[in-house]
Every structure is written in structure tokens, then in C-alpha cells.
């Protein structure tokens, strides 16, 4: 019983582990996030899941909320978060800002997150980026690899994703 007990324990722990979002974070180190700001989400580059693109819109908003920061429309808002979902196919940064000019990650002075346009990410990976919305300028990147399924509770990876991605400005 103990035996059986110990490996169900070990299937659950591997469970998690395997299901655990890889994320990379990093910023522009004159952004001064303890300070409230009127932040805008939306999702630049869409993935195919309604329900999921919805539920991270919401997952970031309340992490958002929650230090402070409101809510505002795209128009008059400090901050502009956008969220990119890498699908099947060749997805690079210069591909998730075609469609948005003057929206990127150009001479920010931040070496660590100067955009290159040849990196290609791999199917499943979601990006978040904010941009101060006077300068266009970017402020702050989070990547999470697989935290978009093809099938499963994409809503509760979204909500962990926000989670993980959103704990570093704090």
C-alpha cells in the first residue's frame, strides 16, 4: 500500500513538472513599474482559441489591477500590453509587428531585449509585451514556451501564464 501510495505521489509530482511553463522575462531598466499606470491589453497576434485569448485578457488585467494599475481604453491608456501566440509556421518578432508601425522593440537601450527579426518561436509560445503607448517604446518582454495547447485547459495555462510572465514587474 505504502509502495503504491509512494508512486502515485511520484506520478503526480512528474505531472507537474512536465505541465510547468518555461518563462523568460526582461526589461527596460528605466521603467518604473511600482508606480499606478492606465494600461490597454490586446492580442496582437491571435492563436485560434477564443476562450483562451479571453481568459489571458482578463488574467492580465486582474494581475494588473491588482498592483494598482486601471484599466483604459487603447486610445488614452500609459501602457499597451500586447500578447502574440505563436501558431504552426514560421513566427518571428518582425511577423507579430507587421500589421502595427512604430510598435516595436527598436534602440530601447536595453541590449537584452533589442529585437531581432530572424528568431524564430516555436508553436505553443506565448509573448507579452508592453510598450509605453507616448514613446511606442518597449518596456517589458515576458515569453512563455508551450503555454498554448492545441487541446486541453488552455484558460487555466493562460491564467499561469499571466501569473508567472507579470510576477517579475513586482
Known amino acids: 500500500m505504502k509502495l503504491t501510495l509512494a508512486c502515485m505521489g511520484m506520478l503526480v509530482l512528474l505531472a507537474a513538472v512536465v505541465s510547468a511553463q518555461e518563462t523568460y522575462t526582461d526589461q527596460n531598466s528605466t521603467f518604473n513599474s511600482s508606480q499606478p499606470h492606465r494600461f490597454a491589453v490586446k492580442i496582437g497576434t491571435p492563436w485560434g482559441d477564443q476562450a483562451a485569448e479571453s481568459a489571458l485578457h482578463e488574467a492580465i488585467a486582474k494581475r494588473l489591477q491588482k498592483k494598482g494599475w486601471s484599466q483604459a481604453d487603447e486610445s488614452s491608456c500609459d501602457l499597451l500590453v500586447i500578447a502574440h501566440g505563436a501558431g504552426p509556421g514560421k513566427q518571428t518578432l518582425r511577423s ?52 498554448i495547447r492545441k487541446s486541453g485547459n488552455n484558460e487555466k495555462r493562460m491564467d499561469k501564464a499571466a501569473k508567472q510572465l507579470l510576477s517579475a514587474l513586482w
Open 96 to 147: 507579430f509587428y507587421s500589421n502595427s508601425p512604430g510598435l516595436g522593440w527598436y534602440w530601447i537601450g536595453a541590449p537584452a531585449i533589442e529585437e531581432n527579426d530572424d528568431y524564430q518561436y516555436k508553436d505553443g509560445t506565448l509573448l507579452l509585451d508592453i510598450f509605453d503607448a507616448r514613446t511606442r517604446k518597449a518596456v517589458y518582454r515576458g515569453v512563455a514556451l508551450d503555454a
